[in-house]
């Protein structure tokens, strides 16, 4: 058995692990690591003193640092304060809920994580759909699949968005100039798609409910305020830090370390609500990728994908993102995107593809993917476990009739507009 269909049954073996879900992902990328190390040595595909340099620990820095930021400004009520913000701005009749809750999922899928944004959102939207007596699954479901859409918005609003971005080179910037409009095109296709089919708001009474209290939201207004100035400071950082010369791990990072030190939030707390089960992932998937890499098997993969497409760069980026989609459809999009990046690399080494469209097309297809199944992305399981708490057990077939149908209409959306950045960047 030659060495690349050892290194593919094992990667495919890793893989089912995690679809199966018979252990934490973590977990699975760990046994990864462990045996792509022992046949890597014995089969003289990678050096002992080369495994821990497929990790991208700038990678790690960053993503550590955004969740401290996040845990923080949670504490702070930050998230909440402005959600209550919106509501009292937006009104909360059923009609203008199909405009609050979109608005509400997109803002905090910019800053937070899916699961994050999907917890706080779903949260206060069975809260909110209860005062006003109507049905909250189809909100949930319409927030499930804008959720994967927000998290395409800025670098710091997915995984996939650090993982392409930091290798990519991209900046804050230009996650502004060419992700956040599509993202803003589907999600205005999403809601008025679905908003009659799916919400039904024309045949329902319009009810209005009392304002709330931001600030009950609020535990200490000087926390909320020192989080408040900070983040938008890292912010900004951000946007910038590519003209100063430092790096977005060490802008993130810097953020988290000021938000400890000046808000005196508890740190082992902190610490405590961190994913690190995704850290420690990240940890074992590179170090697996990296040895199935040095095995040839990506590279016999890029070149099966470009004589696919007959060597045609637009046709090349396009079938990237339907190919990335399609997985995350099958796969959570953390390991698809951690898999097609030296794909990717490989087919911009040999055929001087420009990389750029290369990347945004990975970007955009784990994003819209996500919304293929119910159990596609972690938002609508997330979505799924607060209805099941409620009482409500019909979301995974509702979900079914809508999700792939929305699914296919924004990848139809996004090859254009995909097509569109070739053209304009290609």
Known sequence: MSVEAIFALLFTFIVLLIFLELFHRAVAALIGAFLATYFGLVYHVITYEEIFTFIDFKLLIFVIGVYIIVEVLDRAGVFHFIALILINLVGASPRRLTILFPLMTILFSAFLSNIAAMVIVATLTVAITKRVKVDPLPYLILESIIANIGGMALIISSIPNMLVGLKAGFTFLDFLVFSFPLMTILTVITVLAFRRTLLKVDAVEERGIEKFDPWSAVKDRRVFTR???IFVLTLVLLVFCDRIGVGMEAVASGGAVALLALTGIDLEDVLRHIDWGTIFFFGGFFILVGSVERSGLLSLLAHKLLAFSQGNPALFTLLILWFSAFLSGVVDNIPVTLTLIPIIQTAIVETGFKAAPLWWSLIFGVAVGGNLTPLSSPTGIAAMGILDKEGYTDYFHQFLKVGFLASMLLLAVATIYTYLLFLILG
């Open 227 to 229: 989080s408040l100035f």
